[in-house]
């Protein structure tokens, strides 16, 4: 069964968020949390390692982090996914394991 | 031992610029009365956790470095080292500190296996619970 | 569905232990059992029952210990780390001598034994930190 991999940092702020997309194998899930949801914004420098991501893993950023920050979910690479606290919940239950990349 | 889980200890920060190596290690030795599958992941600046000679006499610290060398003692066999991480850090296994352990039939195995980011990725897929550091 | 949380930051200066508490909360009201909380590094000030935050913020300590109280929670605050950090209770106070203890009364302290015991016993661990 998957993993979920939260990543909590900003890709500008170290390597998390390098080390889980590099990390995770197809059909993990990426739920960018905390400072992390800045990599999901389009048009930065992540966006096309989040893009090339999509391709094999789901990646998601919890909403409340992403408003509280000014940015919206038309901000957002396309194809990612938001969700909220519950959201996260679910998305902890459903794969076998969650990986923090601190 | 068939019900014991596998728990995965990831490190990826240098030693002593903050405490979560020393932290970490702690748990490392509590748990192994807990006859668990334990393996120790580094990744990232957690290979520097694991350096030759580190010399703590001029910073203040305690040096915990030796801990690593007894974790075969307490059953921690599994040492797994990205190379990836070393490669990016100009760093080699030999700039790494010898560590071995003992089964009942042989001495001095090394404990110390560098991997590939791909079969990293696998050794983290079979584990029961990850505790990130 | 039998959660465990790890709590490694302290309050305020990062949000790790507001996720955590958010997760929990939501956890908690999909049916979800939250076998322990475990307060670990700095995520033991969490349970000190000094902090004074400004009356225009949330108050985390609080939050927790309301949470704990509502749903019988079991929140463990790492012993080694505690010591290291100056939050004690009762006992701890009286058996390394100090003159004052400061732990909330939804905490307790014990070892991290609780938290390799949280990972075998939950279906779940989720880790919060920096």
Not at chain 1, 66 to 82: I, N, Q, T, W
Not at chain 2, 19 to 44: K, P, R, T
Not at chain 3, 58 to 69: D, M
Request: proline share 3%; with cysteine; net charge negative.
């Amino acid at each position: 069964m998957s993993t979920l991999h939260t990543v909590n940092k900003s890709p500008f702020d170290g390597t998390s968020l390098s080390s889980a997309l590099g990390l995770a194998l197809p059909g993990d899930a990426v739920l960018l949390i905390e400072d992390g949801v800045v990599g999901a914004r389009k048009g930065s420098s992540a966006a096309k390692a989040i893009e090339a991501s999509l391709a094999s893993c789901k990646v998601y950023v919890l909403g409340p982090d992403v408003a509280a920050r000014g940015m919206k979910a038309e901000d957002l690479v396309s194809g990612v996914e938001s969700v909220d606290y519950a959201g996260f919940v679910d998305l902890a239950a459903n794969h076998a394991r969650t990986q923090s990349w601190l | 031992m068939s019900d014991a889980k596998k728990f995965l200890y990831l490190n990826r920060k240098a030693p002593y610029g903050t405490i979560y190596a020393l932290e970490s290690l702690e748990v490392v030795l509590i748990g192994a009365a807990f006859e668990q599958q334990v393996s120790l992941a580094f990744v990232d600046d957690g290979v520097y956790q694991l350096m030759a000679g580190q010399n703590t006499k001029g910073s203040g610290f305690k040096n915990f470095s030796n801990t690593y060398k007894a974790l075969g003692d307490y059953d921690v066999r599994n040492l797994y080292v990205e190379k990836e991480s070393l490669d990016e850090r100009g760093l080699s296994v030999d700039d790494l500190m010898p560590i071995t352990h003992d089964t009942d039939d042989e001495e001095d195995l090394p404990s110390i296996m560098v991997v590939s980011r791909a079969e990293m990725a696998k050794v983290m897929s079979e584990q029961d619970v990850v505790l990130s550091f | 569905m039998k959660f465990g949380i790890v709590v490694n930051e302290g309050p305020y200066t990062h949000q790790a232990s507001d996720t955590a508490y958010n997760f929990t909360k939501a956890a908690l009201e999909k049916g979800h059992e939250i076998i322990r909380v475990f307060f670990y590094h700095d995520g033991v000030n969490n349970a000190t029952r000094l902090t004074v935050p400004p009356q225009d913020d949330r108050n985390l300590q609080k939050l927790w210990s309301e949470l704990a109280e509502a749903h019988k929670l079991d929140m463990v605050v790492c012993i080694a780390a505690a010591q290291r950090r100056g939050i004690l209770d009762e006992n701890e106070a009286k058996r390394q001598g100090k003159d004052a203890d400061n732990i909330a009364p939804a905490f307790r302290i014990s070892g991290l034994g609780q938290l390799i015991d949280a990972g075998i016993k939950a279906d779940r661990l989720v880790t919060f930190g920096d």
